[in-house]
């Protein structure tokens, strides 16, 4: 039996996130890794790949940094979890909020999932009310109901809860406002990402390739997240911003700082612990606090409880990757490589002719590929292609996130690699991309049926 057989047997999907799937990746990826090193990834038969993929985006220093794991083990060594609140955690919790000196109080969980979901609580709790509104572009919040729900995966969620769930078009703030006046005194919160694949100041700002700062812009009003929080507090809602993404990658202090935004409470995961499993809601004390134990009377709301919460060997990760953040200026690092990358990707683009079809996009410090066929159409067989002749050349780029480790070697194999691929792409434009894809196409995660 292979692996991926074997995984499936074992494992509903093969892996425990969708986005590891076979259905997400050409058939010629590695079914299985065995480990990661720097900007690296080796499978069970020790065949090395540069990895773009760097554990769902949550490696940002390189995979499995000395200093990190060092101080990770250390806290092991120390009982890793113990029975009251430990000291690595206190530091934890003081050095969070030292980023962000606009919150109060943090809550750290295991997963992003479980942070979102219990500040749409806090929302609900603070507010009063029950409905929830996000933007249609943005692909995933949670795995929680109030969130799939309004995915095409909604089997096994009750048509009541998906019902407390609006959509709004990012960018737009028509858009939102409509959803308040259509929903008057219901809207407990709006979460969102602070920006994904566009800048929430597209026309003032459409240059992305280089970090820029709202603070002291004229234009401030204009920005999509100060329109957002302010239709927000006009209608008594709470701006929850998820910086699963940006957190760590616009900026140490969160693409808040980049965008000079403060919101009422934030979400951040991914990168915060270089790969080790953490995430952190931070917030107002007025909000935060209603999920606390001190305020004699007061009605309880149970907001997180877990028993892994308080592993210190994540809090000494994390305690460590914001020290290295400082130390190697690593946003820098990576809005400088990532500006390169996408100038680069979108240069051999058109050495190949195929220039209006493979476009290098995005921010500097979070590129994005976009795929399209001859007629100009987003094609997932010709991001299919892509991938498979990218690791022919033993680069895994499902997607790009960026790390330290990402250096100029990496760079030069990297569009070594996109140049051979996009010749490939180029004869699959003329005819037919039928004829160079072996296997079959990836596939939406998203999807009513397998």
Known sequence: MNYSDRLHKAIPGGAHTYSRGDDQYPSNAPPILARGKGAY????????????GMGLRAVTLGYANEAVNAAAIAEIEKGNNLTRASLTELEAAEKMLSLFPWADQVKFAKNGSIVTTAAVKLARAFTGRTHVAVPAEQPFFTYDDWFIGTTPMDKGIPAENKALSLKFKYNDIASLEKLFAENPGKIACVMLEPATSVSPCSVLCANMLEPKSCAGCANKSANFLHQVKALCHTHGAVFVLDEMITGFRWDLHGAMKVYDVEPDLATFGKGMA???????????????ELGGIREAGAERVFLISTTHGSEMSAFGAFNKTVDLYKELQVTDHLWNYGRRLIEGLNAVAKEAGVADQ???HGFGCSPYYTTKDKDGQVSLAFRTLWSQEMIKEGVLMPWVALSLAHGDAELDQTLSAARKALKVYAAALQDGVEKHLVGAVIKPVFRKSN
């Open 358 to 360: 493979f476009i290098a």
């Open 274 to 288: 270089n790969g080790f499993a953490l995430a952190a809601l931070i917030g107002k004390k007025e909000i935060m």
């Open 41 to 52: 990834v080796w499978d069970a038969d020790g065949k090395r790949y540069l990895d773009y």
